[in-house]
């Protein structure tokens, strides 16, 4: 990710309300300076199978 703080799951399409098994992030996500494709941090997340997230920055 570009900037360093705190990210939050916005959206999940494994979500049970969209027929999934619930797989995802509930808690807030926080960059680390671990440097990752060519972005200067990165976060731990969990990737859900053939699911889509979106996750946005606070603040």
């Given at each position: 990710v570009p900037e360093p703080g705190a990210y939050r799951?916005?959206?999940n399409s494994d979500r049970p309300e969209y027929g999934g098994s619930?797989?995802?992030?509930?808690?807030c996500l926080w960059a680390?300076?671990?440097?990752?494709?060519?972005?200067?941090?990165?976060?731990?997340?969990?990737?859900p199978p053939l699911a889509v997230i979106v996750i946005k920055r606070e603040g």
């Amino acid at each position: 990710v570009p900037e360093p703080g705190a990210y939050r799951e916005v959206f999940n399409s494994d979500r049970p309300e969209y027929g999934g098994s619930g797989h995802g992030n509930p808690e807030c996500l926080w960059a680390e300076p671990i440097p990752w494709s060519d972005r200067p941090y990165s976060i731990r997340l969990t990737l859900p199978p053939l699911a889509v997230i979106v996750i946005k920055r606070e603040g």
